[in-house]
């Protein structure tokens, strides 16, 4: 209901303001360059969708082969003990607790899309846990605000939007892996909120050995890696940066291929599989974006837009602070409501602004660091039956507003001239 809204506003608000244009001010292409946005920014949408199917293939690969080779087992494994006193309504050892370390596995890997089928199975299995079928339990609640603040370790998706930008605006040695430190660095924060703010309310003791040693070791490796690379100057921290990314990346991908040749899986096979989905979500992505992309394109080719960022940078300016952050806020606010969405306002910033500008950077971050809040609640309750959410969605916006500021205040000191 509240993204059809927002693309009515776009559409109608861009058209209805060209055929103003035109009739009172006289502006003969305003009509023609709304049409020809629309068009653009369809086609634009179609190529973006089409260029992740190489990349949702390889990684839903990826993980089908860390599956079947017990890694994902054995994850589960390790995080049960972290897992028994976040969740516990959740008996030890309960197919709830396979599936939501499948499902926080691929938001790791930044797999959204591929995330989503694993979440609802989760929802399942926590349902059958649930006395009172239409209000949701404490465990649903933690495992879905857990899951709309989003750690991300690897924002694929986005990696891979920024590498195809960036061929198309013709930049060479492009590393559109830089922002793996900030993202990360952004959705911890996120993730700390939404956890404090869960375990306030269900009255969860966070201090506990099992709970505080996982939160010390990677404040602590972040910190140290902070303290590494700020021997280095900004250019050279930056590149990195890139570095550990790709690094990170590959040593992924080569765990899941080592173990499943040390337990004599077929992993070329079990690649196979698991990459045939990736056409599927790839093109699924397709009407979303475009849609997006669309409604977005009509209303900066009518002005609106930069009509918007003006008064933005108005009330911001007013307070004594900087504006360069402010094309990458709507990505954040329309990351509440729609992940596609949200994914067409970072292409058009990108595009608008360029890959490699701090604009583009800071966009990239905050889309790559957290969930679709509203989607998320309403599809994964939606799908258990599940009416009253309790204190799910203010726990929620509130890790969501604590991310948004995060990302900015990170963008920051990693980007910014």
């Not at 994902?72 to 897992?83: K, M, Q, S, T, Y």
């Not at 307070?319 to 806020?329: E, K, N, Q, S």
């Amino acid at each position: 209901m509240a993204l059809n809204l927002v693309w009515l506003v776009f559409f109608l608000s861009a058209i209805g303001t060209a055929l103003w244009q035109t009739v009172a001010g006289g502006d003969m292409q305003a009509l023609p360059r709304v049409m020809m946005a629309m068009f653009d920014a369809a086609k634009t949408g179609f190529e973006i969708s089409l260029g992740l199917v190489g990349v949702m293939a390889l990684w839903l690969g990826i993980m089908r082969m860390g599956e079947r080779a017990g890694v994902i087992d054995l994850l589960a494994r390790a995080v049960n003990p972290v897992f028994r006193h976040l969740f516990p309504g959740v008996p030890a050892g309960h197919p709830a607790q396979g599936a939501m370390t499948m499902n926080v596995s691929a938001n790791l890997l930044g797999l959204d899309n591929a995330a989503t089928p694993l979440g609802l199975k989760a929802m399942q299995e926590l349902q059958a846990l649930n006395p009172q079928a239409d209000t949701a339990t404490n465990a649903q609640i933690m495992f879905l605000v857990l899951n709309t603040a989003g750690l991300t370790l690897i924002p694929t998706s986005v990696i891979a939007i920024r590498q195809t930008l960036a061929v198309k605006q013709g930049l060479v040695g492009f590393n559109a892996a830089d922002i793996f430190l900030p993202t990360l660095l952004v959705t911890a924060c996120s993730l700390l909120a939404a956890l404090l703010a869960v375990a306030l309310v269900q009255r969860i003791n966070l201090w506990r050995a099992a709970l505080l040693g996982p939160l010390a070791g990677f404040v602590g490796a972040v910190a140290l890696l902070l303290w590494w690379l700020s021997g280095y100057p900004p250019e050279q921290a930056a590149r990195w940066m890139g570095v550990i990314g790709a690094g990170f990346i590959l040593a992924v991908v080569a765990l899941f291929v080592l173990a499943g040749a040390w337990r004599g899986v077929n992993v070329y096979d079990s690649f196979v599989d698991g990459a045939k989905d990736g056409f599927g979500v790839a093109v699924g992505i397709i009407p979303y974006l475009v849609a997006m992309l669309v409604a977005i394109g009509v209303f900066r080719a009518a002005g609106l837009m930069d009509t918007l960022m003006g008064a933005l940078a108005a009330g911001v300016t007013a307070l004594g602070l900087p504006t360069d952050f402010l094309p990458a806020v709507p990505v954040g606010l329309m990351k509440v409501l729609s992940g596609s969405g949200a994914r067409g306002v970072m292409v058009d910033v990108m595009q608008t602004h360029g890959v490699d500008s701090f604009a583009g950077q800071l966009a990239a971050i905050v889309q790559g660091s957290t969930e679709t809040t509203f989607y998320v609640l309403a599809v994964y309750f939606g799908s258990v039956g599940v009416k009253n959410t309790r204190h799910a969605l203010p726990c929620a916006l509130l890790a969501d507003a604590v991310g948004l500021v995060a990302a900015i205040l990170i963008g920051y000191a990693f980007f910014a001239a």
